[in-house]
């Protein structure tokens, strides 16, 4: 009879695996350290929100609201939408509780994020972002200090690997009237437009700027230029921001190509891009968008954020194997014999209250020396602890070096928690 077959995950979305969460680990942890510096705070939302929130910050006619996210009715028949990125939800949280009101913020986040997009190397169906916002700052000086902090990051986790890429879009005005522009310029070359390019040059032209396709390179190196049709104010801004990279000798190029997906974005976005990934190579991306609280029904709030692809970043922290490894147990208690068994867990709760930062890993389920040696191994553990049944009797315990040469040598419990004292400060 054929065996039913396990249900697996759903496609597009990982398992975060033991041996990868110290990785994940040390880039939240490292990440969490940075932000605190800069006085960014944690803030935390729900992770479903109305699907309206989405459709009037982001944008009809994006990608996401079109055709990636994963929206359904709950038994309410509210429609619903599992958040597809941070800054949203952000925004809303802050308008709600009166946030935004006489005073700035300057806030971070993390966690799953979903779309539904195809899944490939670097393209996820749940993916993780650490996403940062700040809120009631006009800029440019706030701009550059969220760059600052990028880049500092990255050298915290030692990425050598990553460049930063700059541009203005201008004021929603601005925008605007080079949008008019540049649909005309593409209508009048309608016939070298694929289709994707199609059905956006009424939508979204803006978008085909940012199109990966071969055969459109041409037509869009020639296009005109937002940079040449940006209101003054945005190129002062811009100006001002550069300026402020040019003197912290931070190295970065003006991408004119360089438009963001999200219809909310204004002035300043950024990316950081790396060759090491492929296709998909935009690790950490942002921006400013002083338009999206006052869109959302809130007092006009100048703001400016960005995300950072955790799943990207640590594929780049693998191929530069620039990640410390997880610290291994300090001891591995081996438990030997009945007496020694009923003892082993209350032992092993007395050493962790004597010896503060003790990392001991206890063996459970019995076995013989030899099995319970083999475990200690496996987990690399520095000593094996060994209690015995004679050991158990006398209120002796045996110590023996797994990792270097050296003879087991036999304590006293006040002894063993001097001697894993001095281990655990080593
Ligand atoms: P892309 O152009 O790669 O689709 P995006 O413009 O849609 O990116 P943002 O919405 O700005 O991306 O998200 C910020 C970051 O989150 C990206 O730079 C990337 O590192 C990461 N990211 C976005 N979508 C995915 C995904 N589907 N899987 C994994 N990481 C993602
Ligand atoms: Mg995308």
């Not at 195809?118 to 996820?124: D, L």
């Given at each position: 009879?054929?065996?039913?077959?396990?249900?697996?995950?759903?496609?597009?979305?990982?398992?975060?695996?033991?041996?990868?969460?110290?990785?994940?680990?040390?880039?939240?942890?490292?990440?969490?350290?940075?932000?605190?510096?800069?006085?960014?705070?944690?803030?935390?939302?729900?992770?479903?929100?109305?699907?309206?929130?989405?459709?009037?910050?982001?944008?009809?006619?994006?990608?996401?609201?079109?055709?990636?996210?994963?929206?359904?009715?709950?038994?309410?028949?509210?429609?619903?939408?599992?958040?597809?990125?941070?800054?949203?939800?952000?925004?809303?949280?802050?308008?709600?509780?009166?946030?935004?009101?006489?005073?700035?913020?300057?806030?971070?986040?993390?966690?799953?994020?979903?779309?539904?997009?195809?899944?490939?190397?670097?393209?996820?169906?749940?993916?993780?972002?650490?996403?940062?916002?700040?809120?009631?700052?006009?800029?440019?000086?706030?701009?550059?200090?969220?760059?600052?902090?990028?880049?500092?990051?990255?050298?915290?986790?030692?990425?050598?690997?990553?460049?930063?890429?700059?541009?203005?879009?201008?004021?929603?005005?601005?925008?605007?009237?080079?949008?008019?522009?540049?649909?005309?310029?593409?209508?009048?070359?309608?016939?070298?437009?694929?289709?994707?390019?199609?059905?956006?040059?009424?939508?979204?032209?803006?978008?085909?700027?940012?199109?990966?396709?071969?055969?459109?390179?041409?037509?869009?190196?020639?296009?005109?230029?937002?940079?040449?049709?940006?209101?003054?104010?945005?190129?002062?801004?811009?100006?001002?921001?550069?300026?402020?990279?040019?003197?912290?000798?931070?190295?970065?190029?003006?991408?004119?190509?360089?438009?963001?997906?999200?219809?909310?974005?204004?002035?300043?976005?950024?990316?950081?891009?790396?060759?090491?990934?492929?296709?998909?190579?935009?690790?950490?991306?942002?921006?400013?968008?002083?338009?999206?609280?006052?869109?959302?029904?809130?007092?006009?709030?100048?703001?400016?954020?960005?995300?950072?692809?955790?799943?990207?970043?640590?594929?780049?922290?693998?191929?530069?194997?620039?990640?410390?490894?997880?610290?291994?147990?300090?001891?591995?208690?081996?438990?030997?014999?009945?007496?020694?068994?009923?003892?082993?867990?209350?032992?092993?709760?007395?050493?962790?209250?004597?010896?503060?930062?003790?990392?001991?890993?206890?063996?459970?389920?019995?076995?013989?020396?030899?099995?319970?040696?083999?475990?200690?191994?496996?987990?690399?553990?520095?000593?094996?602890?060994?209690?015995?049944?004679?050991?158990?009797?006398?209120?002796?315990?045996?110590?023996?070096?797994?990792?270097?040469?050296?003879?087991?040598?036999?304590?006293?419990?006040?002894?063993?928690?001097?001697?894993?004292?001095e281990i655990v400060n080593q």
């Amino acid at each position: 009879m054929a065996k039913s077959s396990n249900i697996q995950a759903v496609r597009g979305m990982n398992d975060i695996l033991p041996q990868q969460t110290p990785t994940w680990q040390h880039v939240e942890a490292v990440a969490r350290a940075t932000l605190q510096d800069y006085g960014y705070q944690e803030i935390r939302m729900p992770i479903l929100e109305k699907t309206e929130l989405f459709k009037r910050s982001i944008g009809e006619v994006t990608d996401i609201v079109e055709k990636e996210m994963y929206t359904f009715e709950d038994r309410n028949g509210d429609s619903l939408t599992l958040r597809p990125e941070g800054t949203a939800g952000c925004v809303r949280a802050c308008m709600e509780q009166g946030l935004l009101y006489n005073q700035v913020q300057r806030l971070w986040y993390a966690g799953p994020m979903f779309r539904h997009e195809r899944p490939q190397k670097g393209r996820y169906r749940q993916f993780h972002q650490i996403g940062v916002e700040a809120f009631g700052m006009e800029g440019p000086d706030v701009d550059a200090e969220q760059i600052f902090m990028t880049a500092r990051l990255w050298r915290a986790l030692g990425l050598a690997e990553v460049r930063l890429e700059v541009n203005s879009l201008g004021s929603q005005e601005a925008r605007a009237a080079y949008k008019a522009i540049l649909v005309e310029y593409l209508e009048a070359h309608h016939d070298q437009l694929d289709e994707d390019s199609r059905r956006r040059l009424h939508s979204n032209p803006l978008r085909i700027l940012d199109s990966k396709n071969p055969d459109m390179q041409a037509l869009i190196e020639a296009a005109p230029q937002l940079a040449d049709h940006l209101d003054t104010e945005s190129r002062d801004h811009f100006q001002t921001l550069c300026g402020y990279l040019d003197a912290a000798g931070l190295e970065y190029r003006i991408n004119p190509r360089l438009v963001r997906g999200l219809d909310y974005y204004s002035r300043s976005v950024f990316e950081w891009v790396t060759d090491r990934l492929g296709a998909q190579g935009t690790v950490c991306a942002g921006g400013r968008y002083d338009g999206l609280v006052g869109w959302l029904g809130g007092r006009p709030t100048p703001a400016v954020g960005f995300a950072l692809g955790m799943e990207r970043l640590i594929a780049l922290l693998e191929t530069l194997e620039a990640v410390p490894p997880p610290p291994t147990p300090h001891v591995y208690l081996v438990v030997a014999g009945e007496a020694a068994l009923t003892q082993g867990p209350v032992l092993a709760e007395r050493l962790r209250d004597a010896v503060p930062g003790l990392r001991l890993q206890m063996n459970c389920g019995g076995g013989s020396f030899k099995s319970q040696f083999k475990k200690a191994d496996k987990c690399q553990a520095a000593y094996a602890l060994i209690l015995g049944e004679e050991e158990a009797a006398r209120g002796e315990y045996g110590l023996k070096p797994l990792r270097e040469t050296g003879e087991q040598r036999v304590l006293p419990e006040p002894e063993l928690v001097n001697y894993l004292t001095e281990i655990v400060n080593q």
